[in-house]
């Protein structure tokens, strides 16, 4: 996750405020970011993005089922069908995503580290050609390079760094996965309440899938804007953006639903 120094730069380049991103990164805010940060992975990604996923598919679903004037306990039955099933496919996917990428770099790491033990000099040229084209020369690359190279760690991250262009990062694929999971079912929900509300009280029936669509459609422009924080956007944006895509999924199920209805 983002440090609140960074937090605070990107405010002030969002408000083009000169005097507020001299503060970020003043010298004693940037020692003490860089030296103090807290290196636990960020799953704000993947919260904002199964719950979008979570709200847009199920009411897909209950779109395409309303479209086809099915009754209000089949699409219940399709509805939260489509969330478990969906859901736990999502974050499956996601778990295996990130374990896959964060074995690639510990093996990648494993390498790297293999190559500095055995082959050193061959490293240190490959970390001379790279700072050589960044445009040192002379004794100041060669000072560069005798300092980077001096401790065993930091030239490892080094490599990963301007060589593979791999930023390491502590993510836990379980914790991903059930952030996927848990996002995916609380937001997907959301399409069905009203459904669920016209067994308690049969005299919304006729307005169910109004106040699904109109729940949804807040639904969809909260975790939208909530997306600005991964994307950067202005939240309204990153809103409107997202109400609009959804809108289009949910536009293209009722149509669907609405063309075969008279198939069942």
């Known amino acids: ?27 004693k805010r940037i020692h003490e970011d860089i030296y103090h940060r807290k290196t636990e992975g960020t799953y704000v990604g993947d919260l904002v993005y199964g719950a979008l996923d979570g709200i847009i598919t199920t009411f897909a679903v209950v779109a395409g089922a309303a479209g086809a004037a099915l009754s209000p306990a089949v699409i219940l039955i399709l509805g939260f069908a489509n969330l478990l099933g969906d859901g736990v496919s999502m974050a499956m996917g996601n778990y295996l995503s990130t374990k896959s990428e964060m074995e690639y770099k510990s093996a990648e790491r494993a390498r790297e580290a293999w190559e500095i033990e055995n082959i050193p000099a061959e490293e240190r040229e490959e970390l001379r050609q790279i700072y050589e084209k960044k445009g040192l020369r002379g004794h100041v690359l060669e000072e560069v390079i005798d ?6 760690e ?15 990062e502590d993510k836990s694929p379980v914790k991903s996965g059930l952030a996927t999971f848990l996002a995916f079912i609380i937001a997907g929900i959301i399409p069905l309440l009203a459904f669920i509300l016209t067994y308690a009280l049969p005299s919304l029936s ?19 804007s909530a997306r600005s924080y991964v994307t950067g956007k202005k939240w309204y944006i990153a809103g409107v953006e997202m109400t609009m895509v959804g809108s289009l999924a949910a536009g293209a199920a009722y149509l669907t639903g609405a063309l075969l209805g008279g198939v069942v």
């Open 1 to 27: 996750m983002p440090s609140e120094r960074i937090e605070e730069a990107k405010r002030a380049y969002s408000g083009k405020d000169v005097s507020a991103s001299r503060k970020a990164h003043g010298e």
């Open 147 to 152: 300092l980077l190279t001096s401790n065993r």
């Open 154 to 168: 930091n030239w490892v991250d080094t490599m990963m760094l301007e060589e593979l262009y791999m930023v390491p």
């Open 206 to 224: 006729d307005a169910d899938f109004g106040i699904s669509l109109a729940l949804t459609a807040l639904a969809v422009f909260a975790a939208g």
